[in-house]
């Protein structure tokens, strides 16, 4: 089973390896930075085609969200839809951690397949707390 590797989309790392269009990229930059400052979530993957490094031209981008919030499931496809002002296709999916983890437990055709080839995009980093 692969594991995830960790992407900084800050700096050139294994996203260049897997997609190999700068533009593409920094516009995958910018919507990641959309979703974090609209949804505050804990992780977002990259999985399908562009995390296999096997995309093709005009692909749609899998995106997967894992964060808390009150919208109903197809409201936060929407929302994420609606923060995407660029020409990249994306199928984006956003589970709360409750629904995320039932999916997992269930072994989830799916999202099992779905995290052995993700690519983490984001993941919030655990505040410190002085004592």
């Known amino acids: 089973m692969p594991t995830r590797s960790e992407v900084d989309l800050t700096e050139n790392s294994d996203l260049d390896l897997l997609i ?15 979703i974090v400052k609209e949804f505050d979530p804990e992780r977002i993957y990259l999985f399908g085609s562009y995390a296999r490094g ?23 496809i929407k929302s994420i839809l609606k923060l ?3 020409v990249l ?11 995320f983890e039932i999916l997992k437990k269930n072994n989830d055709g799916f999202m099992i397949t779905v995290l ?12 410190n707390v002085d004592k």
């Open 20 to 34: 190999k269009n700068k533009n593409i990229r920094m516009k995958l930059k910018s919507l990641v930075s959309k």
């Open 89 to 99: 296709i994306i199928n984006p999916l956003f589970y709360t951690e409750k629904e």
């Open 54 to 76: 096997r995309s093709r031209k005009h692909a749609a981008m899998d995106i997967l969200v894992i964060g808390e919030t009150k919208l109903r499931f197809i409201e936060r």
């Open 116 to 127: 052995e080839e993700a690519v983490v995009l984001y993941q919030k980093q655990a505040e």
């Open 84 to 86: 995407n002002k660029s």
